[in-house]
């Protein structure tokens, strides 16, 4: 038995899969990101451990014999958070997301003072990487940069709590801004241009290697069996490929949870900064990816229920009832800024359009549209890229969503394909790696496809609606600039 644990930004996921790669039973807790300030967003670390811990009582509760067999443990997780430790492993300040953009100054600066490293580290600097947040760290709290011991990534911390042991992975590490991608190390010149220590960098692994087992006292705390094997486990866009089995060059897919990323596997390191693609190491040795990242998503979604007074599940129904395609209500669904195409962490959701007779269906329709028009400009960018892509796998909490599907396949023209369990990628992903590292078995053998569960094909009709609403889209955002740096 193998268990896969999942720490995104809005809930962490666990998965038992059997010996036969069928899931066994699923447990997930809930949180959400801190605001502290207008475009801030941490979580304390140890929210997450809570989290995992409660997850796990779920899962036995659920299926106590499962549980008290798992062999080995991988783990997926939100990428580019930076967790910061002193020398005995404790957090100093709560941990800087992903989708934070206090560092825009500092990305900025990288940008202008050091244009060859973009090349090197994947991707232009943008302020929800790891090395930009050091350098506002060393700028804005020196008293919390002086006494690092380390830092790590969201489910590093995770896995440092049940081992002991710091590390990570390639593909959480190409997420920092600060890993020589095609030579798979840490970069001596990113540390330095970020004025962070390279001290502080945690051993690398490739995520399907076995990096520890589990601790006495943490098996005593999960209650879990002690001495079973930990995987370095990855990033959650990595993992969700392993979930998919998308691991060979030109394999694609869609994470549609709180952000979104569309991502294709390479077989080699194929950098297009200047097209804000990102180019990173996958969680299996010798394979890359390329991504185009957005920090919108199906928290879009769940943001318009927080407002109407519903639940995401409940507005999607309602906008799914009688769709007929776009309409002259749009939503900018850039609530965190945007990475993918735009760079623009000053960017922010805009509903535009809106009459007596605007209904939450209505409101719901534009804001889901909104995510799948930003797919559109995601594809763009990979295509200038020469990541050529026609047919996506849908994961993500997102991908329960037929409507969704229908729009993202109008939207970019891509074949979308939906498959059993995709909610859960990341997490499967995980229990994959976690499988590989304890039985040491060829990937290819392990990270196949799951069963499809439906496809759906653009519609001729839909598409054409999508291409006009498009224009609309861009002009609208471009009208708003300004108004979205005046505020900034």
Known sequence: M??????????LKALLVDERGGAVASASRAYLPDRPRPGWSEQNPDVWRAAMAGAITDLRAAAPEAV??????????????????????????????????????????????????????????????????????????????????????????????????????????????LLDEAQRRWSPEAFAACRADAAWAPRLHEGSDAVGSLRRAAAEDFRLPAGAIVAAGGGDAAVGAIGLGAIA???????????????????????????????????????????????????????????????????????????LGPAELMFLPYLSGERTPLDDPDARGVLFGMTETTSRADVARAVMEGVALTLAEARDCLCAASASVGRVSLIGGGAKSALWARMIAAATGFTVVRRKGGET???????????????????????????????????????????????????????????FQRRG
């Open 68 to 177: 008290g067999a798992v062999k080995a443990i991988g783990f997926s997780g939100q990428m580019h958070g930076a967790v910061l430790l002193d020398a005995a492993d404790r957090p100093l300040r709560p941990a800087i997301l992903h989708n934070d953009g206090r560092a825009h100054a500092e990305a900025a600066d990288l940008a202008r003072e050091h244009p060859r490293l973009a090349a090197v580290v994947g991707v232009k600097p943008m302020p929800g990487f790891t090395g930009p947040k050091l350098l506002w760290l060393a700028r804005h709290e020196p008293e919390i940069r002086s006494r690092i011991g380390c830092v790590l990534a969201p489910k590093d911390y995770l896995r440092l709590a049940l081992t002991g042991e710091r590390g990570t992975d390639m593909s959480d590490a190409a997420g920092q801004w």
């Open 425 to 483: 990628g990341p997490a499967f992903g995980a229990a994959r790696l976690a499988r590989l590292a304890a039985t040491g078995e060829a990937p290819g053998e392990v990270c196949r496809p799951p069963e499809v569960a439906d496809v759906t094909e653009p519609d001729p009709r839909l598409a054409e609606a999508f291409a006009r609403q498009r224009e609309r889209f861009k002009a609208l955002y471009s009208a708003v600039k300004p108004e």
């Open 2 to 11: 193998f268990l896969g644990l999942d720490c995104g930004t809005s809930g």
């Open 249 to 323: 060059a030109g394999e694609a897919f869609i994470s549609l949870g709180t952000a979104t990323q569309l991502v294709v596997a390479t077989e080699r390191y194929l950098a297009a900064p200047e097209r804000l693609v990102h180019s990173f190491a996958h969680a299996l040795p010798s394979r890359w990816y390329a991504m185009a990242a957005m920090l919108n998503g199906a928290g879009a979604l769940a943001f318009a229920a927080r407002l109407v007074g519903s639940s995401p599940e409940a507005l999607e129904r309602e906008a799914a009832d009688s769709y």
